[in-house]
């Protein structure tokens, strides 16, 4: 079982996820949100890297040891995914969110076989729009998807309900709440805006900050 606290703090500790409620920032969506997420940071730590590394397999080894397959998101989870899969002595693919538009035109990136029991790897998760997208092109090239692990988690209902409707186990290393009670806990947001900021995952689209 991961310790979300400690995921969370590294993830603080070296400025992966920014929180600023006073002047919010604006996702590609248009949505307004107090935080930013923003795991490749990590990649820069070494430490950090190898903890929240470890972390994952550890995820993985528990929960799914029937793992045959480790799969990539396109972009931000092909390195997690393969640092993981090295340390787990499982093959590795990656996945493109599009097929790609030359040579062989491949939307999986690497060997695998048919009925391979295989689990997603994602950076962060918010919608999960684009995760289940990810699951849905695997099960298409005859993949069996077991579940999905990702190192950040938003925790928005509709993320759940979908990958609950889809049959996919999800396991996330650390989440939105308990960074925020972690982030009010050091002092680097004020325990004033709590309510503001647990409120904000209830109706995201509809959020225009403080």
């Known amino acids: 079982m991961t310790n979300e606290k400690a995921v969370a703090e590294k993830l603080l500790q070296v400025n ?3 929180l600023n409620p006073q002047q919010p920032f604006t996702w590609a969506s248009g949505w307004k949100s107090p935080i930013y997420c923003d795991n490749r940071r990590v990649l820069g730590f070494p430490y950090v890297r190898d903890f ?5 397999c550890n995820v993985i080894f528990e929960n799914f040891p029937d793992a045959e397959l480790l799969a990539g998101v396109a972009t931000a989870g092909i390195a997690w995914g ?3 899969a090295d340390q787990l002595k499982l093959p590795y693919v990656y996945v493109r969110p599009k097929p ?7 939307q999986i990136e ?3 076989e048919k009925g391979q029991k295989t689990i997603i790897i994602e950076d962060l998760i918010s919608t999960g729009n684009s995760s289940l997208q990810v699951c849905e092109v695997a099960k298409a090239e005859g993949l069996e998807i077991s579940g999905l692990v990702s190192i950040f988690t938003y925790g928005f209902s ?3 309900e979908a990958f609950e409707k889809a049959g996919i186990p999800v396991y996330s290393l ?15 947001v004020d325990a004033s805006v709590q ?6 995952r209830v109706d995201p689209a509809g959020w225009n900050g403080i």
């Not at 929240?52 to 994952?56: A, C, F, N, Q, T």
């Not at 790609?100 to 491949?106: I, R, S, T, V």
């Open 100 to 106: 790609k538009q030359h040579g062989l035109g491949n």
């Open 52 to 56: 929240i590394k470890s972390e994952m």
């Open 158 to 160: 509709q993320a759940a």
């Open 195 to 200: 309510n503001t900021l647990l409120n904000w």
């Open 16 to 18: 992966a996820v920014r």
């Open 82 to 84: 393969a640092m993981a």
């Open 110 to 112: 690497g060997h695998f």
């Open 174 to 188: 650390t989440n939105y709440e308990t960074l925020i009670l972690l982030a009010m806990e050091k002092g680097i």
